[in-house]
């Protein structure tokens, strides 16, 4: 078996003003530290607004589609803007997540990662925010579930920000177990461990800045494994954020590129004693261009291994 890498040149188009950390030179650095790698390159299609159906209603797509500007930028918030080409980026980025999953799941590779942009896990139902335009690791999960027939999906997001996308997203879905570890406070300001979901399916680990690895792999210990293992999940979905680096300028904790590949390795551990290996990621953030670089390598060279 293999690993998947999927992406497309389009998530490059999605451009964003000058001094934004959401800038192209983030696929750039992701994908120059993957050249090279013996990896199954595949090219993202665009979704189907059938499959972003299943996790925002049509006033969503229609306002992501009426807000793609002919030129220049628009602003949806304060963070999140749009540009000529974000509106493809997007549907690539989402398609690609759609296709990661079905080619897990049919067998044709072990696992996969999608080097994609925008990122996803800040979009809610109808509100795009955070530079975060669709719900990606929520539609692998509901693409696996109503798609393909599992019964037990995990997503872990380990971002430094919350997924507060994510969590809006399966906030109802009881066959989706939702785990995100945050700095906290910091934005979008949710997260917090009484977060729990509709079915008790969401585990929130607030990690306090300035905290290293160490304090972040015993919690996970204490009560992410645990969980995931109690669950067993069918397949793991990864909303792999790499901000909680030493480095990155956006949040306060200090992880080291080795805190991301010896977390990927336990992931991989957990999926292939529940999940027979079977793990998608999707990138999210990660705002320092070496460290994500090293850090995205780092989390793929642990997925390859796991595939091989």
């Known amino acids: ?157 380990f971002d430094v920000h919350h997924g507060n996308g994510t969590q809006d997203l399966l906030w109802d879905e009881e066959r989706a177990l939702v785990i995100t570890s945050q700095q906290m406070p910091l934005w979008p300001g949710t997260g917090a461990a009484s977060e729990r979901g509709k079915h008790g399916q969401i585990v929130n680990v607030p990690l306090p800045p300035e905290s290293d690895g160490a304090h972040m792999r015993a919690a996970y210990e204490a009560h992410v494994f645990p969980r995931l293992r109690e669950f067993a999940p069918e397949l793991i979905i990864i909303s792999a954020g790499f901000d909680a680096h030493q480095d990155d300028p956006l949040a306060q904790l200090n992880w080291s590129t080795d805190d991301f590949r010896r977390l990927t390795q336990d992931l991989c551990k957990i999926a292939d004693e529940c999940a027979q290996g079977r793990v998608v990621s999707t990138l999210e953030g990660g705002y320092d261009l070496q460290a994500l670089a090293a850090s995205a390598k780092a989390h793929v060279e642990v997925l390859m291994e796991a595939g091989a």
């Not at 990122?119 to 669709?134: D, I, N, S």
């Open 1 to 157: 078996m293999t690993t998947a890498l999927i992406t497309h040149a389009d998530c490059l188009d999605h451009v964003t003003p000058d001094g934004h950390p959401e800038q192209v030179a983030r696929l750039e650095h992701v994908l120059h530290a993957l050249a090279g790698m013996s990896l199954q390159r595949e090219t993202a299609p665009m979704v189907e607004d059938s499959d972003l159906l299943r996790i925002h209603p049509q006033a969503h797509l229609d306002q992501i589609r009426k807000s793609a500007p002919d030129a220049g930028h628009h602003q949806l918030d304060a963070d999140t803007w749009m540009s000529p080409g974000s509106l493809t980026a997007a549907y690539r980025a989402a398609g690609a997540v759609v296709k990661a999953v079905d080619m897990v799941l049919g067998g044709d590779a072990q696992n996969a990662f999608c080097a994609i942009r925008p990122p996803g896990h800040h979009a809610e139902k109808q509100t795009p925010m955070g530079f975060c335009l669709f719900g990606n690791a929520a539609l692998a999960a509901k693409i696996a579930l109503d798609k393909h027939g599992l019964s037990r999906v995990a997503v872990v997001d």
